[in-house]
């Protein structure tokens, strides 16, 4: 009988992810409610690529000052990103 061992390893707090392709796209999770001041994010963004965020209300319109364009781009491989 031959036997074998494994053993996998994940990064802290990475068993999910939503994997995006070279071309532009966008994600709007379910809404969430949110306590503090600050947002932060974990991901793995590729070398060229970057995420904006942007907050939106109840009917998905994006709120003042908090839209994407009012974003500075999200860039790197961490797992607790900052977002301003």
Known sequence: MNWSFGLATLLRDRFVSINGGDDHGTLTTRPLNLSGARLHIDADIS?????????????????????????KPVKGNHINMPVS
């Open 47 to 71: 070398k060229n690529g970057e995420i904006m965020v942007a907050m939106l209300d109840r009917d998905g319109e994006p709120i003042a000052g908090l839209d994407n364009s009012d974003c």
